[in-house]
């Protein structure tokens, strides 16, 4: 069974950093890319930066968290991480992870993934 958990989510002050973690159960974890998402209140679910699979690994992010987030990816944790530095309010939001099979991230802004988490809550404030 797919299983997807995220961590590391928590209260921030702006300026802060937090590193989300993203493990996986289920699935040959370098099969498939990995990418973030987020859900502000009141707003609907965006792609933030996915991570490729196999090999290649092509890293994406949108220009809102581009120079402030970094994905990374452990294959033999079966993990994928959100390392997010210089938080502002406005990323406050529920991050989700997810996966897609055998992609380098091209479409998943567009497609979404095939699997999710359940997410975890990021809150910046002061």
């Known amino acids: 069974q797919l299983q997807f958990v995220e961590s590391g989510g928590g209260l921030v002050q702006p300026g802060g950093s937090l590193r989300l973690s993203c493990t996986a159960s289920?699935?040959?974890?370098?099969?498939?890319?990995m990418g973030w998402f987020r859900q502000a209140p009141g707003k609907e679910r965006e792609g933030i930066s996915c991570?490729?699979?196999?090999?290649?690994?092509?890293?994406d992010y949108v220009e809102s968290v581009k120079g402030r987030f970094t994905i990374s990816r452990d294959n033999a944790k079966n993990t994928v991480y959100l390392e997010m530095s210089d938080l502002k309010p406005e990323d406050t939001a529920v991050y989700f992870c997810g996966a897609q099979y055998y992609s380098q991230c091209r479409g998943y802004l567009h497609y979404g993934m095939d699997y999710w988490g359940k997410g975890t809550l990021v809150n910046v404030s002061s």
């Open positions: 289920g699935l040959v974890f370098a099969d498939y890319a």
């Open positions: 991570i490729g699979s196999h090999s290649e690994q092509r890293r």
